[in-house]
């Protein structure tokens, strides 16, 4: 079974200073790994993925997210924060091993930029 | 503009009086679901298609249904709303199939919906 864990629920930054949000996962196969942000009042946007390769993939607004397979990890990151970055981030799984589509998403946290 | 539609976007109702929301996607994706997100629980599946006519429960099926007669359109029908139902609702999409997923999913932009 496929699982995902976002330790922490909320984040608080300032801007300029480097941002880490933590996500860690849990499957049987290879992972397929994606980092996804939520503004108010807004859906879920994709923002960057890991299937194979590169263990740094870079995405949109400037995050980048590390692979780690021996601890299991996917940690979202971005070297200087903007306020703008405030929102709520998803981390989510799917097992390389399953046939259909389901993807894992974790509860969420919380990122604070402050001014 | 490719995109995932869906309305209402906010719906207040009684306990009882049958809703649906709809959903409605124009990238020909093969895979569509429903989630709901709860506060300190993130987002929760309740139902998935992978296709026209094929639909299985997600991980909160209870007290819902759902439907996917044409491919682009996939309603969540509440028969009898209570307000434990009360939440935020996301469709989304997929192009479907093993790699379908794998450019991410594209999501509705929610609707909220309060049962008193």
């Not at chain 1, 995902?4 to 200073?17: I, L, M, R, S, T």
């Not at chain 1, 799984?93 to 946290?109: A, L, P």
């Not at chain 2, 296709?51 to 991980?59: F, H, L, P, Q, W």
Request: some cysteine; proline content about 6%.
């Amino acid at each position: 079974a496929q699982s995902v864990a976002q330790p922490e629920d909320q984040v608080n930054v300032a801007e300029g200073n480097p941002l880490t949000v933590k996500c860690t996962y849990s499957v049987s196969g290879n992972p397929y790994l994606f980092w996804y942000v939520q503004y108010p009042n807004r859906g879920l946007q994709f923002l960057l993925k890991y299937i194979t390769g590169d263990n740094l993939v870079k995405g949109s607004y400037g995050f980048e997210a590390e692979f780690n397979k021996s601890q299991t990890s996917f940690h979202l990151k971005k070297p200087s924060a903007l306020v703008s970055d405030s929102a709520l981030y998803f981390c989510a799984v799917r097992d390389g091993m399953n046939r259909d589509d389901k993807i894992i998403f974790g509860k969420g946290t919380r990122l604070h930029i402050l001014p | 503009e490719a995109q995932v539609t869906q309305n209402p976007r906010y719906l207040i109702t009684v306990t009882g009086k049958k809703l649906t929301v709809t959903c409605s996607q124009n990238m020909n994706h093969e895979y569509m679901s429903w989630y709901r997100q709860d506060p300190g629980l993130g987002l929760r599946q309740i139902y998935y298609s992978m296709n026209v006519e094929v639909t299985d429960k997600g991980d909160v099926p209870e007290g819902y249904k759902v439907s996917r007669k044409e491919k682009r359109n996939f309603p969540l029908i509440l028969e009898s709303p209570s307000p434990n139902q009360t939440s935020l609702y996301f469709c989304a999409s997929s192009p479907g199939g093993t790699g379908g997923s794998l450019g991410g999913y594209t999501f509705g932009s929610g609707t909220r919906l309060t049962v008193v």
